[in-house]
């Protein structure tokens, strides 16, 4: 698994609404061109991902817990690819982190081929997370 950390001096309900507004994600996440899940950040809901540089990919909302955390997956051959997003109070703020695994029997494929590429995406992402909260927290 991978995963990257950052502390948003903003509450977690305010950094889970740039979550929940997918028209947002192209703002804070440089990674993300467009995103469209037409039943929101819900469980079971279904829709696409434009990555910046990459094709179109289909994804569900595998968990989803307001303020809390979402998990989306996207299926790949003998793979699915996990994105996990969560939030947690502490002293300094609130704790955002990001996180991509695999799971199945090509895993260990598509984690050599893909992970650490698409890891190098995370701290970018947790920045403009970060930015967006903060000044919204400031307004």
């Not at 991978?2 to 507004?21: G, K, V």
């Not at 997003?85 to 991509?100: C, D, K, R």
């Amino acid at each position: 698994m991978f995963s990257q950390s950052i502390n948003i001096q903003a509450s977690a309900e305010r950094i889970y609404r740039h979550y929940a507004d997918l028209s947002s994600w192209a703002q804070w996440d440089p990674a993300v061109r467009a995103v469209s899940l037409p039943g929101g950040l819900a469980a079971g809901s279904s829709g696409w991902l434009q990555a910046a540089g990459g094709p179109r990919t289909n994804i569900r909302v595998q968990e989803a817990s307001a303020a809390r955390s979402f998990t989306v997956e996207s299926k790949l051959p003998g793979c699915r690819m996990l994105f996990g997003h969560t939030l947690q109070a502490g002293p300094q703020g609130v704790q955002a982190t990001h996180s991509l695994s695999f799971a199945g029997p090509m895993a260990f494929l598509f984690r050599r081929l893909l992970g650490a590429k698409i890891a190098a995406t995370l701290p970018a992402a947790l920045q403009g997370l970060k930015r967006m909260s903060e000044s919204d927290a400031r307004a």
